[in-house]
């Protein structure tokens, strides 16, 4: 139906687990659990570092080897932001849990997908790296992710963030970012047909979305709405969801 | 693989002994369930259940595929449940434990072999084309009472999903995207429920309701008992464990009927008003589509 | 309406002309392998199980799952491990059944869970009791008929027990939509009966009104309940009776002719 | 040099010290020793790495075309101890055996002109899966990929990339795969619709080729994606589809004998990986430390480094710029902005290699 | 939100130097969540509230979670798993591994009189070793004094109930009331409740309650439970505790 704007997220939904969270933006929903640092299994232990398990599981059918490489990406890029070194021989183990995911009312949904689902990528990053901020797993930073698309509709160009996949579909190229909030460049993944210029322009814009953080002091209302053309400010709402969290988690200081 | 930690000694004494004086952690009766929540999804057919803290959701899916050779006018109809480590650390994935093999089962019986769903009428062209409806279930987080709660979502998840609209012309099968065409609800005859009775002490004459996994844990016997609102048992199974007075197992299912109806009426009641949330939204997701165009 | 039951309002008698309340042949033995610790060979009509008991012996490598339920895992009583094989030829349509087959598996762990109700064991810690059943042939009653040849079996192996686990089926003679009252309670279906029928398979611990299992697969209405209830545990102390004999019958010889060594001939008792 | 007299049995004669040769050294301590190489301690020796290229150096790369005669097309990659087979079958698909086939598939859109076709194009491939290619890492190729194992992540995780980059690169006309159909009376035609694509005859797609892309890695050596990526690009252009038509009396597809014709094949992506050494092994990386980008990393690198980046780029076009086809970097924030844009020049290098070596 | 003495912080974040308290003498002593980049970086590793002591010249994050990591001299309860040659393994956390707890590590045990535990029953216990590359060491009886000092077997009956770990730090503060604001133990331990219980908190997020009277047990828990996760702040407390003792009654 109709896809959320903003993003949205609620921390420690699974009150089982070390931590959780579920975030929903553009039409995904996502729901996350992370557990760790516990026992690793012989074949995963590190005697340096902890093993960062990620698995991600689709809301319908069976994983298959795209979930399989979305996985590889997020653990690769995950293991780099946990501090992995303080638990030696253990395992962190996150678990994605695809809820929604925003329908293409052009196309009869297939079960079995190969090709990459490219815009699906921040969503799961983004509940990822709340659940472990949830989970208080040290890290060496957060991070945000979003995807940007680059549509040429009637000959003019556009660049759309958090296209849909009506958009995607359409689109020329679509990219995938991930900044951590040191302002590095953390995850870079694009497909389809673009030249240097324009993966600086779809840079710059994502950076825009992933880095530009308002003053922590005034609220994420005025901010949003400031920032409704180009996107979202994910580094403010990660900032101000962690902050309502530790304020309701200290409600006795 | 790390394994489900035991409880206690210290707890399993003091979990019988509490339930021994009718007395139970949470502060419940004996008969008495957590309060049982349903979510449904923006997109048709899903289903997101919670009793206390344990919650399952389900999601519905169809596809077009080819007919089973041996039932030709059959479409498909699977119910895929893999307990993955989000349930607990203990699960793996693909390595089918034996709870999940009894949940499954239960599953089938109750919503698969009680034709609660007409599969005849999922067939497109016999022999040739059908649909093939799936339901995942996904167990987000295990407080006890998977069975129940699976089953609520599951039933959910069905009675609230649509598929694609198809129309037969000269022989050519038209498949209608939701931009064409409004999806379809699935022809659906009832709506079978799992009530989930625990068994506690010597003779097993302390029978529990909606158990919590630490109560799971320490139980001698359970028995699941499947009904639809008109009183009709889907299923029965009381596999094995300590022996429980037949006239107690008969007072089980009377008391059963009444929590099956409490379920019914209360799914009936979302789904209500999920349509009339829709309605709104309905027209707006036209409009968008017209602008796309 | 099932073809049956119209033809049982007639004349009260059921397809194989048998009574309402009336089981079907059942012949049972045990000690039928000389190797094994405990073994038995039951027939109820033509469903005819055999089983073999090993241990309580030291566990051997966890299989994948680990389907036996009982005492499990890492408590300190014994655990039950059962395994079903069912032969091709069974039935009537060939079907293979993997290993893997849910079905079996739920089988397999209903009859470790009836068994480990009624077995000591705790007298056997750290240790795991070994159960194969295999089927030899498919009309009816089938869970009944294993849980049956299980219980012989480990009377045979001599593991100490609280008493009998009996089982049969009990159904009904009204399908599900119809809330006749008139329809009377049917005891130990056959194959055709099961599947036109519904129905349902209850085991009890010795003599008892307690039951130890209670499985129904088919939809039927909640007032059928009792009914076949009632009838299915009076059964079962029928089957109970039966294997007793069974067990009596083996234990005279044994004191009149010394031990009788194990594997004696099939058809040396009548 | 490492040096120790420790490890030294108490049967054997005192040694002052132990040292070890250079393979040794490299093996039981791989990272300070590519430290030390691509750092030597006087400036005059050139910074190298283990295998002695120069950072940025790739290896030669070889291909060869129809090797094997039972495939529509075929080809034999190899880049230093990375070698990989790659074989294109083509198998007829009925559209009857197609559930989600539709005749009238393109009315959703009325589209005109060549961009338009092709994502109509690229859109019937993904819908009805005509492109599968499929990597097999199980040959025992290297130590971690024992035979007879399902298959690990990392094929996997290649398959999938291959998988996207054939779509979303649009290699393939899906045209050179429809099996056409005029009818000649006209009553049947409520069949299908008329297609959009063609002239006022009214012709039906009756079927599909469906490409079948088996790669096998023969050896492994490190950077499998490059050399997968190239194997499928030249086993694609070598790839001949004989001639299908429909057999109206026959209801089926018939293909006619003899040499049929060769597929054509859009532009001439090249990928081109590289991987982050960083300084530190264990301790915490900082600021100020250094770091080497090594292009088309071996087995050993490739396990001493988490950064990655890959780079597919299309020159072929000549005019202009560069086309990016795909980009892909992560693991790591050592790769900023400048680095990744000096990274496609690099790869627009090794374009120039892989071309040259590509047979026409 | 964020105040000005106390900021919220999140991994990563700077922190100004104002902040980092300068004590002449003392050195700068890091709590829980924070790391220290040579030469002179200090960073947070979770998201919490920044609590400095300048006094004490010390800081650390203040947060909640729920996976304990074991830390020297905690006071944690822990279930036996089994006994080796002469160590019980003990559990403090699910899917970790286990801490050992050497036979002798109780008050006057010796190999005749040590104390005999069964797999499963729970041990109030102190932590001597805790470090990343080795697995944890509890003991029964502090090594100075040789007295157990309320640590040991918790044999006579009663329950443990799962709290958040913040929650159990707050509890074990010298003064819960006035610092945890904490009061239900108070509460139905005094004029409201008059119910005679027993506790023991565990950091590693544990609580102990044993009462002769089971429903004493049920209550004490549920009311520690539901302050815990419903967040109850002193006023609500005193209403739960309020409707729970009339429930008993």
Redesign the interface.
Known sequence: MTATSEPEAALGVLPRADGSAKYSHAGYTVTAAVNGPIEAQRKDENPYEAHVDVIVRPAAGVGGTRERHLESILQSSLSHIILIKNFPRSLIQIVLQVEDSPENDYVNTKLVQGNLNFAIMPALFQTAVLALLSAGVPMRATATATAVAVVFHDGVKRTVVDPSPREIEIARSVHVLAFTSHDELLLAESEGDFIVKEWDEVYETAKKICCHSAPADDGMQMALDEEAAAGPDMRHFLRSTMESKVAADLYWK | MPREAEPSLNEKQFVIQALQENLRLDGRELEQYRPLELTLGDQYGVADATLGKTRVLAKASAELTVPYTDRPLDGIFTIATELSPMTSPAFELNRPTETEVLLSRLLEKTVRRSNALDTESLCLIAGQKCWSVRVDVHVLSHDGNLIDAACFAVVSALRHFKKPDTSMEGGVLTVYTAAEREPVPLSWLHSPFCVTWSFYGEQGEIAVLDATWLEEQVRVGSCTISLNRHGEICQISKLGGTPVEAVALLQCSAVSLTKVKEFSTYLDEKLAEDAKRRNKGGLLAELSAENDR | MPLDTSTYSLALLRVDGRRWNELRRLHAQIRTQAAADGSSYLEMGHTKVMCVVTGPSEPGPRRGGGIGGGAGGQSKDAEVVVNIVIAGFSSVDRKRRGRGDKRTQEMQSTVANALAASLHTHLFPHSQINVSLHVLSQDGSLLAALINAATLACVDAGIPMTDYVAACTAGSTSTYAANDESADPLLDLNHQEEQELPSLTVATLGDSDRVVVLVCESRVQISRLEGMLAVGVDGCKQVRELLDRVVREKGQRMILEGTVEKGTGLNDLD | MATISSAVGEDQPPQPSLTFTRPVFAKLSPHPYLLHTLSPSDPSVPSSRTNGRKPQEARKIQINTSSLSQAHGSALVRTGDTTVICGVRGEILPVSSIPQFRADQHKNYNYDGEDKRIEQGKKELLEYDLLVPNIELATGCAPQFLPGVPPTTLAQTVSTRVYSLLHSAGIVDVEGLRVWYTPAKRDEDKMEEDDREEEELEPEVKGYWVLYIDLLFVSFDGNPFDAAWTAVMAALRDTKLPNARWDPDREMVVCEKGEGKRLDVRGLPVACSAAVFLEKEHAEDREGDRHWILLDPDRQEEGLCKEVITAVVDCSGGQGETKIRSLEKQGGTVLGRELIRGFVGVAEERWKEVAAEMPQ | ??STT?P?L????EIPSSLIPSHPTKPLRLGP?L?H?PPSQI?P?????LITLPQKSSMWI??????Y?PTQSDLVIG?I?RSGPDFYYV?LS????PATLPHLAFEGATKKTRPQL?????VYARVTLAN??MDPEVECVSATTGKADGLGP?TN????FDVSL?FAR?LLMAKSKEE???EVLELLGGEEGKLSFETAVGRNGKV?IGSED??T??IV??ALKETD?K?L?VEAQRKLVRKLIK?MK
Do not use: C
């Not at chain 5, 590793?45 to 509230?49: A, C, L």
């Not at chain 5, 203040?62 to 996976?67: Q, V």
């Not at chain 5, 069964?118 to 729970?122: D, I, K, R, V």
């Open positions: 939100m964020a106390r919220t999140l991994p990563g974040d969540g790391r980049l960073l590793t979770v998201s919490g509230q203040e947060y909640n979670s729920s996976r990591i279930t798993l559990l699910p899917f970790t591994p069964n797999p499963g029953s729970l990343k590359h918790l009956g009663g329950m443990v913040g707050r945890g604001k904490i102990w089971i429903k047990v049920v828990g549920r996760e967040k702040g429930e």
